[in-house]
Every structure is written in C-alpha cells, then in structure tokens.
C-alpha cells in the first residue's frame, strides 16, 4: 500500500463515497454527510495546509482508503487530529487500518506533536476497539453525546 496526496480534481469520484460511506458505519446514515461543494472546498484548503496529511491508500493503483490528518488547537495545546480513517468495506478486517494508524503517527511525529485526538461514534464498536487496542482513550462525550473524543500517545 502507499499513499497519495489528494487532488480534488482527480480523486473526487472516491473522496466523497468514502467519506460519504464514512457517515454511513458510523451513524447508520448519511443524512448529515452536509454539503458536497463545501466538503470539497474543505479538502482543498485543508490539503493545501497540510498535503501529506490529506491522502488516498493506494493498493495495486486502486485506491481503497483515505486518510485527513490536521494539528490544531486544543485546550491550550498543538495536537494531532484525525478527521478520517477510511478503509473500503472489503478491505477492512485484514491489519491494513495498521498501516494508516503508523502513517497517521509519522505525521504527527513529523508536526512535533505528542499526542492526537479523533471523534468516533459510540455505536462504531470495531472503529473503537481498533483505536482502543492502539492505545488510545476515550476523553469524553462530545456533541450532545453523538460522537465520543479519544486521545492518544506517540
């Protein structure tokens, strides 16, 4: 598997299913997925910002997953920040989310950061426990309680 960086022009056909899929495992529908344009316009400004933290995983050429890594501000802090892990249904299952998780904490090692946050749904269970099993936390319910933060260490 490599990764590629996202270009909005190229890969439009496969972000918006995989995020829009994304929407689908985590909260059984895509009914807030939100607008397509502004989705793409926030891909182009965010991979602009940071193009090696907005990429497709490649695999034989065909690309079956995507990854959105930004550092922000939180309580004070510069922390990593996971706004997709993405692999597709058939892919899922077979230690490849391993290979995100690593690329993931390259780049965040890369920005001098120390720890990392992401948003998961609680009805995700195996979204959970993948995160769980690699060492992160839950912080908290977020949200109204739609979605719960974990933390994590590099």
Do not use: C
Not at 10 to 27: A, G, L, Q
Not at 47 to 73: H, M, R, W, Y
Not at 79 to 96: A, Q, S
Request: a positive charge.
């Amino acid at each position: 598997m490599r990764f590629e960086p996202i270009d909005v022009a190229k890969h439009r056909n496969f972000i918006i299913p995989f995020r829009r899929d994304s929407f689908i495992v985590s909260f059984g529908s895509d009914k807030d997925f939100g607008n397509i344009e502004e989705y793409l316009d926030w891909i182009k400004t965010k991979s602009k910002q940071f193009p090696d933290g907005f990429v497709l995983a490649i695999d034989n050429e065909i690309p079956i997953g995507q990854l959105e890594l930004t550092i922000k501000e939180y309580n004070g802090s510069k922390i990593g920040y996971v706004n997709l892990y993405y692999l597709i249904p058939e892919k899922r299952g077979m230690g490849l989310g391993k290979e995100l998780q690593q690329y993931a904490l390259n780049f965040f090692d890369n920005y001098g950061v120390k720890e990392y946050h992401l948003r998961v749904s609680p009805s995700n269970k195996n979204a959970i426990n993948f995160y769980r099993k690699n060492g992160m936390q839950e912080i908290g319910l977020e949200l109204e309680g739609k979605v719960i933060r974990m933390k994590g260490t590099l």
